[in-house]
């Protein structure tokens, strides 16, 4: 039997985050092994990330979700003004838990989170696939 890979992909790609309607797309695919990889390393040595302010981490998280946002209709740039309006801004753990919605639709599979504990980070599984079409 034939399996169609092409039909299997995810068409509703629409989000809504901080009253900004965005449409996500799959990264090129080492884009995406790089990032993945990068937050391999992070789990794998969390003490690296001691010397990283809470600032930097935000800013990282808001990073990592641009590869991923289709840029038709100047997403990137509304994606970007978000990112730094004051007015009403997003809750920052909002841009976090995107990314790792982001990694997980496009990606067909769970993901492991990080989570701040008082020591640094540390590693869970998170098995919910819950809101990911």
């Known amino acids: 039997m034939l399996r169609e890979f092409s ?41 690296a990330t001691n010397e990283i302010t809470f600032k930097e981490m935000y800013k990282d998280f808001i990073d990592r979700c641009e590869p991923f946002i289709d ?25 976090t838990e995107l990314y790792q919605w982001l990694l997980e639709v496009t990606s067909a599979r769970p993901t492991e ?10 590693r869970t599984a998170d098995t919910s696939t819950e809101g990911s079409s």
């Open 71 to 95: 840029p038709k209709n100047d997403s990137i740039k509304r994606w970007r003004a978000l990112a730094k309006r004051r007015v009403d801004p997003v809750p920052a753990y909002q841009f």
């Open 113 to 122: 989170t990080l989570l701040s504990s008082s020591n640094g980070q540390e």
């Open 7 to 47: 039909k299997e992909l995810v068409e509703d790609r629409q989000f809504e985050i901080g009253g900004e309607l965005f449409e996500w797309r799959y990264p090129f695919w080492e884009d995406f092994a790089d990032r993945r990889e990068a937050d391999a390393q992070i789990v794998r040595n969390p003490d």
